[in-house]
């Protein structure tokens, strides 16, 4: 299978900083990338849809401005929380469709521990 | 995306079967079943999906009602490796990737 990784795998950082969290399509190309975010004990919600080499598409309730998408590559897409507070704190998830697969099976990276101080 | 319907947990024993319902009335023609689970602490992995037919793959099998109105993932044989949340999804045949996530069927396995 398809295999998608994030970097750091964890992260602790100050409130009022901000943080990139990376993912990577290993062995596959992602015009599209998605990113969730999990509160503990309940399901992934959607944040956003990362488009290479133009603007994510932020679902509702999103803050584009303090969620910042940038998918440079086929390969990488970054999300960086801005000026991040505790309430923020939780596991951010990305996501990729394999093109050509055709049964638009889904491939998740490891997910990215956030806590904010 | 229509709403599927899942208990919110279930327990089986270690290599016995476990069929793992859901609910999807609202389901249209052309939306496609996915079946994923998440373990603890990581990211959600691929499983099973179907469209008409049942399925079957190396980790599990996918019965379809014949008017799609509700599935069932079977877990042949249950070891400790699957307990997960196991989330039911309808995905639209065309359209966006996105996949909408529900409250998903947490599995106990009990050794």
């Known amino acids: 299978g398809a295999v998608v990784s994030q970097h750091p795998s964890w992260v602790i950082c100050k409130s009022g900083t901000s943080v990139k969290i990376e993912c990577r399509s290993l062995?596959?190309?992602?015009?599209?990338m998605f990113w969730y975010r999990q509160f503990p004990k309940q399901s992934l919600m959607l944040m956003a849809t990362s488009n290479e080499g133009s603007k994510a598409t932020y679902e509702q309730g999103v803050e584009k401005d303090k969620f910042l998408i940038n998918h440079a590559s086929l390969t990488l897409s970054t999300l960086t929380v801005t000026s991040a507070h505790p309430e923020d704190s939780s596991f951010y998830i990305c996501?990729?469709?394999?093109?050509?697969?055709?049964?638009?099976?889904?491939?998740f990276g490891p997910g990215t521990r956030l806590t904010v101080t | 995306d229509a709403k599927t319907t899942q208990p919110n947990s279930m327990e089986s024993n270690e290599e016995e079967p476990v069929h793992l319902p859901c609910n999807h009335s609202t389901i249209s023609g052309t939306d496609y079943i996915h079946w994923y689970r998440q373990l603890p602490s990581q990211g959600p992995e691929y499983v099973i999906h179907?469209?008409?037919s049942n399925v079957n793959n190396r980790m599990a099998s996918l019965a379809i009602a014949e008017d799609r109105k509700s599935s069932t993932l079977i877990l042949h044989r249950a070891t400790l490796r699957d307990a997960a949340v196991y989330y039911c999804?309808?995905?639209?045949?065309?359209?966006?990737?996105?996949?909408?996530f529900g409250t998903g069927t947490r599995l106990t396995v009990i050794p």
């Open positions: 062995d596959f190309q992602a015009t599209t």
């Open positions: 179907g469209l008409t």
């Open positions: 999804i309808l995905r639209a045949q065309t359209g966006a990737n996105n996949l909408f």
């Open positions: 996501s990729a469709p394999k093109i050509g697969s055709g049964s638009y099976e889904q491939y």
